[in-house]
């Protein structure tokens, strides 16, 4: 099977024209094309008036040889790429041009279509003496558990909130009553926090074994539409990650596997050894409960602040690692699609139009739109008391009439928390609790118009654009929310955006503040080869809560690596003992 990549037709082309791009391309005739698939399609949007799709086709023919060899020297036939499917170093995944981005290529390269399926690199042994433990079950712990079932490993699952449904009434509760459940949250619970996200599935990592493949068909087999297997910039939004997290839970169980909700672990066993090297040997849950284990995921998310107290006493090492803080913002949907895509704004098969914006302000800080949700909602996304915390969310319609973005400062641990590991989450806690203090103590979140904003004056009341944010947004002056650095650049970047999208300084515009959990504020550090805890053996962090992922797909994608990590771990354990 051939791979043609960067196969550029007109927004509206009929589906023949695909059919007819791959004959031209390969210059065949009708019969000799077998088939194709798409694999992957694009949005090319630089030009508003002739928007274009990019497709990455799968293309059967009757003849790939005799093709390849009269196509040898081609300067878009990959050579160095043309491997067979399946080996080490097959051709590397070309990812089809996403909106913006720049190429001076006038025809779609070919490659040979590598073998992106999932291979498990283990089997469990018969009468294993212990179960791996995964806690937490966001995308990481969820796939962690999820892989070691398929391979026979019956993990025990241990998740201190509650399942999904459940869960997702504790959450309303937040939103609709100003009512917060510690233990049952936006954070907390069956999904983890990218179940009240836009569900995002897409991720900048490098993955060279296909593994993001693997969690997107985990995910159509759990009821996600199968178009998340081919567009660029697939989503699946909170409602329909709620039906699938419940499925995929229960396919673990019908291997075997066991969930335990509501089972915070609150210690972690562990011996030393030598050379300064601990072992864990298992854990302590809020009941009292002891649970032995030498092979124990830790998967958290990025928000399990009392988790990473525990494990700095434990003398687990972790150090402190960089994230952003910010504020939401919003903008009519209808603006932002205007501004993408000119007179095609509104057209179905284009959807709700999206951004990614970047500005380096002057004082040196960077400024960059994070977790952009188009047409949703700004959530209440705390888990502690007394402190507000947003976040952004879409359904899989997109349809709400508000766009929002996250418009967030980098900072480092050298420059703005130095000295203790757990420097940052202290630094994120105190603006949560300023931001609640701010907003009326009480979860509604301060808010302030864009014009009064740039003007350095309160805001008093709303305009054309009103708030998504439940409970409630209190209208102030947010120059005290954040640090002054932050402040001062996200008030040059907000222009210097307007530039890109036209209108996004509009003075009606809503900020809602703060913006702080955009990643872990540590890093759970660990060995490169086995993925273990690099002082404590048995322990393996995964996912966001770890500082190894950034989003749904990265995080499960890591999950996948660790749980291959424990299982190959235990088949070596059982062959010694």
Request: contains cysteine.
């Amino acid at each position: 099977m051939l791979r043609l990549t960067e196969v550029k037709l007109p927004l509206a082309h009929a589906e023949g024209e695909i059919r007819t791009a791959i004959l031209k391309r390969l210059g065949i005739a009708d019969d000799e094309l077998i088939g194709h698939i798409v694999f992957k399609r694009g949005v090319d949007a630089r030009k508003p008036h002739a928007i274009l799709f990019t497709y990455t086709l799968d293309v059967t023919v009757r003849d790939e040889a005799a093709i390849l060899a009269r196509l040898k020297n081609d300067p878009h036939l990959r050579k160095g790429e043309v491997k067979p499917a399946g080996t080490d170093g097959g051709a590397k995944r070309q990812l089809p041009q996403s909106a913006g981005s720049a190429s001076n290529v006038s025809l779609p390269h070919i490659t040979i279509t590598p073998d992106t399926s999932y291979h498990f690199v283990a089997h469990a042994p018969q009468n294993l003496s212990s179960r791996p433990i995964v806690i937490g079950m966001g995308p990481a712990g969820l796939f962690a558990g999820l892989i070691l079932a398929q391979m026979g490993f019956r993990p025990l699952i241990l998740e201190r909130g509650k399942a999904v449904r459940e869960r997702t009434k504790d959450t309303f509760g937040l939103w609709r009553q100003g009512v917060l459940n510690p233990e049952s949250n936006v954070q907390f619970g069956e999904g983890g926090a990218g179940t009240f996200s836009d569900g995002k599935l897409y991720s900048q990592i490098k993955d060279p074994r296909y593994l993001g493949r693997k969690v997107l068909d985990e995910f159509v087999k759990a009821g996600a539409p199968e178009e998340i297997l081919y567009v660029s910039h697939p989503h699946i939004g909170t409602f329909r990650l709620v039906g699938m997290v419940e499925k995929m839970r229960e396919t673990i169980q019908s291997l075997g596997g066991e969930i335990r909700f509501g089972s915070r672990v609150d210690d972690i066993e562990i011996t030393d050894g030598p050379n300064d090297i601990k072992h864990v040997t298992g854990v302590v849950l809020a009941n009292g409960e002891h649970i032995t284990t030498n092979h124990l995921v830790l998967a958290v998310g990025h928000s399990a602040r009392d988790t990473f107290e525990m494990i700095h006493k434990r003398g687990i090492y972790i150090e402190a690692k960089p994230f952003s803080i910010g504020f939401r913002i919003e903008h009519p949907q209808s603006m932002i699609d205007l501004a993408r895509y000119g007179k095609n704004a509104g057209n179905p098969l284009l959807g709700a139009a999206d951004y990614k914006l970047v500005h380096h302000a002057s004082n040196g800080r960077s400024v960059y739109s994070f977790c952009m949700c188009p047409g949703g909602t700004v959530v209440a996304a705390t888990s502690e008391p007394g402190r507000v915390v947003t976040n952004g969310m879409s359904q899989y319609s997109r349809n709400e009439r508000n766009a929002n973005s996250g418009i967030v400062v980098g900072i480092t641990p050298d420059q703005d928390y130095p000295g203790d590991p757990l420097a940052g989450m202290e630094f994120q806690r105190r603006w949560e609790s300023r931001a609640y203090e701010l907003g009326g103590n009480n979860y509604q979140a301060p808010g302030q118009l864009v014009g009064d904003f740039l003007a350095g004056k309160a805001s008093t009341a709303f305009g054309s654009v009103q708030p998504s944010y439940t409970p409630g947004v209190h209208l102030c002056d947010l120059s005290t929310a954040l640090p002054d650095y932050a402040i001062a650049a996200i008030r040059e970047a907000l222009p210097a955006f307007a530039k890109q999208i036209k209108g996004f300084d509009l003075a009606d515009a809503v900020l809602t503040g703060v913006e702080t959990r955009t990643s872990s504020p540590i890093r759970i550090k660990r060995n490169k080869d086995d993925l273990q805890s690099i002082n404590t053996k048995g322990l393996y962090p995964t996912g966001e809560g770890a500082g190894y992922a950034g989003g749904i797909l990265s995080a499960a994608v890591d999950g996948i690596e660790v749980a291959e990590a424990v299982a190959l771990s235990m088949i070596r354990a059982k062959n010694q003992g």
